[in-house]
């Protein structure tokens, strides 16, 4: 069950809230992309044998693990938008790597809050894991006319 983008979701240590999540994400589209995404309410439609994943851990006094999944025509369309090439121009590498880059920024924007010493792994990213739990925060955004799911799991 989804829950509801009214819900005070937080991080198991109360560091990390819902709407610093909201905000992060929100800045990254504007600016990367000069797009604005919407917080929805609802399944997550985009899940799917064709969806990929890309995830960052923080280590180090704080712990937790951000992934972000779309997909695939997600993931392209970030991926044109990022490189500014037609999708005949990118390889599946460079879609991967798009999304990656989404994690990285996201995940280091979420390191900058927490204030305390940690590290920043490389992103990973591939096909979706059905095994992959939702986390302590868990939203769903409209972008590029899709479904993107942003979740941030603490340790």
């Avoid at 990254?28 to 960052?56: C, K, N, R, W, Y």
């Avoid at 923080?58 to 937790?64: E, F, H, L, V």
């Avoid at 951000?66 to 490189?83: C, D, F, K, T």
Wanted: aromatic share 6%.
């Amino acid at each position: 069950m989804a829950q509801s983008v009214t819900d005070p979701q937080q991080s198991k240590s109360g560091l990390i809230q819902a709407e610093h999540v909201r905000q992060m994400v929100d800045d990254l589209f504007t600016s990367m992309f000069d797009t604005s995404v919407e917080l929805i309410d609802g399944p997550f439609d985009a899940a799917g044998p064709d969806s990929f994943q890309a995830a960052i851990r923080i280590n180090g006094n704080w712990k937790a693990e951000l992934r972000v999944i779309a997909s695939r025509g997600l993931a392209e369309s970030i991926a044109q938008s990022m490189y500014d090439a037609e999708i005949e121009e990118l390889n599946e590498e460079e879609i991967l790597d798009a999304l990656g880059e989404i994690a990285n920024v996201i995940g280091g924007n979420v390191k900058g809050i927490v204030d305390q010493e940690c590290s920043l792994s490389l992103p990973c990213v591939g096909k979706l894991d059905e095994a992959t739990r939702r986390g302590d925060i868990s939203q769903i955004y409209r972008c590029f006319e899709d479904d993107l799911r942003v979740s941030l799991i603490e340790d």
